[in-house]
């Protein structure tokens, strides 16, 4: 079955500095399970994308194999997507981003995806530093497939079946924080204050944006001894600060009370404001991230909020040094060596 | 004892210690050869080693141009002890085993029926050369230099190759002579030179080059248009991209920024290779990958992906010995099956296989046409062989006129003027449809790529009968596909035998050379070259049109036997193999001897196989 909204949009509806409603961010509807934290986070990428004034042709967005990956489907219909294999969409989206460097790639990945069949493609696209925000929409199960445990359930949580799970978990922040990524945050489907100003200050990072934001499964992981429910997450987070993204063509215009607040500039021009709630942390020292990452699970808290920005990061590209212009733009004229090149070459082996 | 003179017609062995640079002086020797207007074949036999084991390099020179490999070793060069006795047992009667006599050889190293040439390699070394890694090296050029002396070779010709070679480490060119003229003095002053078998300059060459299929290959590529390439190392292909990386070095940077119009990522694993070959072509780039048969198993998933979704992809599959890790240094045509039907359900791939260097490079480019016309993986099948050995092949040559087909690929304009897209609308009636590349129209031309069924439209259905509809239009496709591949050659006008003989890639050429042997003796046979898969309709009526086809190709499953039967629907009995799967090439002889074994002929006298095989353990 194929679900169609209606395109209809009512001439006054609010528009974005392009043009565009919001509506026009939306996709199909989704066939998910009502109540599923993924839709949340549907909804906040599409609000991220309209306050952003993304041209939907801009973007790109790319998914593996799961509940998650199917959520491309349900935002922006007018965004080319792919919905490719279990656990492989880092590595689409690095051919992807090779190919042309000026879109925008939103990775969309489940913790089955990531954490247990594509950890390793995860661990290489991130130290790569491929410019892309990798959105993981982590509920500690398998939903598709009917709630078994994934690599991200911790241990002695409780699945809807009973079972108690006796591994350790991957937690996706630290492992990123450890590989070398350049922009790691964590955030919940259910606190979208939070995780619209995560999206936008992600899409601006050039370079891997990691965005692992706890999703419950309403319908196999939201039980009492699950640690992925809504229940346990609202008891036990704890933020590292309220965030703001501001455009570069914004002017500042709040004032926080000094050693409260914190900047950081980003590639381009644009500005992360975090107020911070502990002031021993430094969002742009790895060091300082990782320790209040252990401390947190020590603790027992949902740390989420923006916990490493590198403002210095250099993406595949500049590594690779690669032309300004997108490689799928060159053609012939650009291509095939001259006639003369293809003599010497030949000369030289005879 | 027996003699067996030859001018312009040997084969040379070099038995050495991998990791010795012996590799660069066996080169220098092929291509002296070479350069004295000779075709040469070399061929390297190589162990799964960095350091310490047997390797060998095997010249055949033969002035009328048969290049497939030839059974019988008419002068052994021997530098490595390990390897004497499978050396010296593998000399025909009558030929030469040239060693290094600083330490005398032991006696039960000594055959009657063969000669010895001790030419004391080390010891000459010692007297001329101080350090320790010269004395080493140098004893390489040494023989090379005895070499001249013994077979009758131009001296200068390798004297230019040398000064080439060492053009910016000038220094290095006096000792490197030092070393040719001991060796040559030495065999001048204490053998017979040159020997009964001996080269001749000849013009039979003409402007042939001597190249490696995988940088021609990697050459064909560029020209191609390929700019991603990703790859994960594997002998036998890792050449490949190394010498896409070295040529788009040369012809691919701009020139006034550094930048480069390219871009080259080594993979975690051969997943990720494809999976980022099909991100970028995707997006619109073109791109490749290479790899051998256990990365094509590792890749099954995502072609089948690339297969459904109908994305172009670009494979190049250099085969060594399978299955498993099987003989990673050797060569063989073992992955017909699995990549013409690789990954699970109804799959099928369009496969060329190149049999030149030329081709190589043909095919690579032209490739990149096919995959982007039929938007689907397109598998490239050389082998071991052809990618790692240097040929005599045809210049590398491109068609000032040509431009790429880039296939049905929407624009801006054209999704503009459009009512409704529909990415999986057969709109044309040959099975391919219209595609759109990400960030091409703000409204227009989107929709999702899936490896789900969907419907015309892109949308995900599980509608028996629309999924029928979508994967039999894939089979419209796939016959579509038969006019665009390259069409197999025919050796003959019309038909004149009522045998005929089919083969395809590396076998060419010992096929060719079997097919004159047989002739020589009376017995003529059509015959026909497949390099391209799906097969044309041509190569049916070849089948049809003939009483008994021998199918010749290198693995012991007789697979390209059953794609014949599978795809054609050739009676199984009316096709004979002529098979081969040891490892090494097959030759001229072991095709001959199969097929007069099954004509209605007196047995053949040959005077082809003048030796041992080639059983090197």
């Not at chain 2, 036998?236 to 990522?265: H, M, N, Q, W």
């Not at chain 2, 060719?512 to 391209?532: F, H, N, P, Q, Y």
Request: aromatic share 8%.
């Amino acid at each position: 079955m194929t679900y169609v909204k209606p395109t209809f949009r009512h001439p006054k509806l609010a528009r974005n500095t392009i043009g565009f409603a919001k509506a026009d961010y939306e996709g199909a509807i989704s066939t998910l399970c009502a109540g599923c934290g993924h839709d949340s986070i549907s909804g906040a990428i599409i609000q991220a994308c309209y306050e952003m004034a993304i041209e939907p042709h801009k973007l790109a967005k790319i998914s593996g194999i799961g509940c998650s990956s199917k959520t491309p489907t349900y935002f922006l219909g007018n965004s080319h997507g792919f919905n490719s294999v279990h656990g492989r969409m880092p590595s689409v989206a690095t051919g992807a981003n090779l190919a042309n460097k000026d879109l925008i790639y939103l990775g969309v990945s489940g913790d089955g995806d990531t954490a247990s069949i594509g950890l390793g493609q995860f661990g290489h696209v991130l130290r790569r530093n491929l410019n892309m925000v990798y959105v993981v929409m982590n509920n500690g199960c398998y939903g598709l497939t009917k709630g078994q445990d994934s690599a991200t359930a911790d241990v002695g949580s409780i699945s809807k079946a009973g079972s108690n799970n006796p591994f350790e978990p991957i937690d996706l922040v630290g492992l990123a924080l450890e590989l070398g990524a350049t922009f790691v945050a964590r955030s919940f489907s259910g606190d979208k204050t939070q995780l619209v100003p995560l999206i936008k200050a992600a899409m601006s990072h050039p370079g891997f944006a990691l965005l692992d934001v706890l999703s419950p499964c309403v319908t196999f992981n939201n039980n009492a001894g699950s640690t992925k429910s809504y229940t346990y997450i609202r008891e036990h987070l704890s933020a590292t600060a309220t965030m703001d993204f501001v455009p570069e063509e914004q002017e500042i215009t709040v004032d926080y009370a000094e050693g409260k607040s914190t900047s950081v500039v980003m590639h381009d021009g644009s500005l992360v404001q975090l107020h911070k709630l502990s002031p021993h942390w430094d969002p742009t020292n790895r060091r300082s991230a990782m320790e209040r990452v252990q401390q947190a699970k020590q603790d027992g808290e949902v740390l989420t909020g923006l916990l490493y920005l590198d403002p210095d990061s250099q993406e595949l590209h500049d590594t690779l040094d690669t032309v300004d212009e997108p490689l799928n733009t060159l053609r012939e004229d650009i291509l095939i060596p001259s006639s003369e090149a293809l003599d010497s070459i030949n000369e030289a082996f005879r | 004892m027996s003699s067996i003179p030859a001018v312009n017609d040997m084969v040379i062995r070099f038995a050495n210690v991998n990791g010795t640079g012996s590799a660069s002086a066996n080169d220098l020797f092929a291509k002296a050869m070479f350069r004295m207007g000779l075709p040469v074949s070399p061929k390297n036999i190589f162990p799964s080693n960095i350091q310490g084991l047997p390797t060998w390099y095997e010249v055949r020179i033969n002035e009328r141009g048969y290049l497939g490999r030839r059974d019988g070793i008419d002068l052994l060069v021997g530098v490595n002890p390990q390897s004497y006795r499978k050396d010296i047992d593998s000399v025909r009667p009558g030929g030469y085993f040239v060693y290094d006599n600083t330490k005398r050889l032991h006696d039960e190293f000594i055959r009657e029926d063969i000669h010895y040439i001790g030419i004391p390699m080390m010891r000459i070394c010692m007297e001329h050369y101080q350090n320790p890694r010269h004395q080493q090296l140098f004893k390489n050029i040494v023989y090379v230099g005895a070499l001249a002396a013994l077979l009758d070779m131009e001296m200068e010709v390798i004297k230019d190759i040398v000064s080439q070679q060492f053009q910016k480490k000038e220094k290095l060119i006096p000792p490197n002579f030092q070393a040719l003229e001991l060796g040559y003095n030495y065999a001048q002053q204490h053998f017979d030179c040159p020997l009964d078998i001996r080269v001749e300059r000849r013009d039979n060459t003409g402007d042939s080059i001597l190249i490696d299929g995988n940088t021609a290959t990697a050459l064909g590529a560029i020209f191609g248009g390929a700019t991603v390439a990703a790859w994960y190392p594997i002998t036998p292909s890792t050449s490949v991209v190394k010498a896409f990386e070295t040529y788009c070095k040369k012809l691919r940077v701009d020139p006034e920024t550094g930048k480069k119009k390219y871009a080259i990522v080594q993979a975690e694993d051969e997943l990720a290779a494809m999976g980022m070959v099909i991100g970028a072509t995707w997006n619109g780039a073109r791109a490749f990958t290479a790899t051998s048969g256990p990365g094509v198993s590792l890749m099954s998933e995502f072609i089948g992906l690339a297969y459904f979704a109908e994305i172009p992809v670009v494979l190049v599959n250099v085969q060594r010995g399978g299955p498993s890790t099987g003989m990673p240094t050797r060569t063989q045509q073992s992955d017909i099956l699995s990549s013409a039907y690789a990954s699970h359900g109804d799959t099928k791939h369009p496969l060329l296989f190149p049999s030149t260097p030329a081709e190589c490079f043909e095919m690579s480019a032209t490739a990149f046409d096919l995959a982007d016309r039929l938007q689907t993986p397109v598998i490239m099948m050389s082998d071991l062989d052809l990618g790692m050995n240097n040929h005599m092949s045809p210049p590398l040559a491109w068609d000032e006129s040509r431009r790429y087909d880039l296939g049905k690929v929407l624009t801006a304009e054209d999704l503009e003027g459009m009512e409704k897209f529909g990415r999986y609308l057969d709109v044309d009636g040959d099975g391919i449809c219209y595609r759109t590349v990400p960030g091409t129209h703000p409204t227009k031309g989107s929709f999702f790529t899936r490896g789900t069924s969907r419907d015309e439209y892109a949308r995900y259905t599980e509608e028996g009968a629309v999924y029928e509809r979508i994967v039999d239009r894939l089979v419209k496709k796939w016959n579509t596909a038969k006019d665009y591949v390259p069409l197999p050659e025919l050796y003959q006008e019309g038909n004149q035998s009522a045998q005929g003989v089919l083969f395809f890639g590396t076998s060419t050429y010992s096929a060719l050379e079997a097919l004159d042997l047989l002739k020589e003796r009376g017995i003529s046979l059509d015959a026909l070259r497949v390099k391209a898969f799906p097969f044309h309709s041509s190569i049916y009526q070849f089948i049809q049109d003939h009483e008994q086809i021998f199918v010749i190709e290198q693995n012991r499953d007789a697979q390209f036997r059953s794609l014949l039967i599978n795809e054609l629907e050739i009676p199984p009995h009316k096709l004979t193999s002529v098979l081969n799967y040891d490892g090494m090439p097959i030759t001229a002889d072991k095709i001959m001897q199969e097929i007069s074994s099954h004509l209605p002929v007196a047995e053949l006298v040959t005077t082809n196989n003048q030796g041992n095989s080639h059983d090197l353990r």
